[in-house]
T-cell receptor, first 111, second 112 residues
Framework: DAGVIQSPRHEVTEMGQEVTLRCKPI?????LFWYRQTMMRGLELLIY????????DSGMPEDRFSAKMPNASFSTLKIQPSEPRDSAVYFC?????????FGPGTRLTVT | AQSVAQPEDQVNVAEGNPLTVKCTYS??????LFWYVQYPNRGLQFLLK??????LVKGSYGFEAEFNKSQTSFHLKKPSALVSDSALYFC??????????FGAGTTVTVRA
């Protein structure tokens, strides 16, 4: 299995631009999670889906952030407009309800 | 709410010596506990989990963890550390709704 796939691996953008991060979960996994990792705040859960349905988005920082899962094999996390404080590593993870398997992450830099 | 605490920001050991990374938990009900490792510029990798059963759980790369209910601890251990074990280690506990709450992480440095 290829594991969780994320793209792009690195993203540099200017403040105010729209950013879209992509994730392909492990086949057969019905839970998908989006996390953000920073030195200051550690690892934060942003949102998670079960069977493509958002279950808990209480970790989404504000309305600038949105996430979708149109099918079992694809999810996006969008930031519009982006701000410098959004700079972080964003991880996607998937599971069948037990341990989660993480992707390699997207390092986002907003200048 | 479920939570875990990792009381040490850093652990330093010599190669070949035993390695212990500490974790304590707070849960209502039965705990589902996990350990993950993160190497630089990589995602978190699952090491092992405790759901029920034996208090000593064996995982990947020679790691094991001991579940202690009376002390509410789930310490990660390795009998003989390697330089390649140098990484960031996270303890986590699962909520009833399948979310994981992670500790702040412990940086392990194994010196040659």
């Amino acid at each position: 299995d290829a594991g969780v796939i994320q793209s792009p691996r690195h993203e540099v953008t200017e403040m105010g631009q729209e950013v879209t991060l992509r994730c392909k979960p492990i086949s057969g996994h019905d839970y998908l999670f989006w996390y953000r990792q920073t030195m200051m705040r550690g690892l934060e859960l942003l949102i998670y889906f079960n069977n493509n349905v958002p279950i808990d988005d209480s970790g989404m920082p504000e309305d600038r952030f949105s996430a979708k899962m149109p099918n079992a094999s694809f999810s996006t996390l969008k930031i519009q407009p982006s701000e410098p404080r959004d700079s972080a590593v964003y991880f996607c993870a998937s599971s069948t309800g037990g341990e989660q398997y993480f992707g390699p992450g997207t390092r986002l830099t907003v200048t | 709410a479920q939570s875990v605490a990792q009381p040490e920001d850093q652990v330093n050991v010599a190669e070949g010596n035993p390695l212990t990374v500490k974790c304590t938990y707070s849960v209502s009900g039965n705990p589902y506990l996990f350990w993950y490792v993160q190497y630089p510029n990589r995602g978190l990798q699952f090491l092992l989990k405790y759901i029920t059963g034996d208090n000593l759980v064996k995982g990947s790369y020679g790691f094991e963890a001991e579940f202690n209910k009376s002390q509410t601890s789930f310490h990660l251990k390795k009998p003989s550390a390697l330089v390649s074990d140098s990484a960031l280690y996270f303890c986590a506990v699962r909520d009833g709704d399948y979310k994981l709450s992670f500790g702040a992480g412990t940086t392990v440095t194994v010196r040659a």
